[in-house]
């Protein structure tokens, strides 16, 4: 077996304001880490990733890459 390393992005998204509304939802992060999946991002892709993970809209955000991370995958050859 072989193993594959790919490096992706390692983003930092803050000051996250959620279109609730006007609920208050407690819940919902002002800010996280996300260990992204694809070579590249951009504004869209970070607005539907959050709306998908956390089931609602963005107002707007800042999103900052702080660094890379591994994917390390076995092979079948």
Do not use: A, F, H
Request: hydrophobic share 30%; glycine share 4%; proline share 3%.
């Amino acid at each position: 077996m072989k193993r594959e390393t790919k490096t992706y992005p390692l983003l930092n998204i803050t000051e996250i304001d959620w279109d609730t509304d006007g609920e208050k939802i407690e819940d919902l992060p002002t800010e996280v880490k996300v260990e992204w999946d694809w070579d590249d991002w951009d504004e869209d892709e970070i607005s539907d990733y959050l709306s998908d993970e956390y089931s609602w809209l963005v107002n707007g955000y800042c999103v900052e890459e702080i660094g890379k991370w591994e994917d390390k995958k076995l092979l079948n050859e």
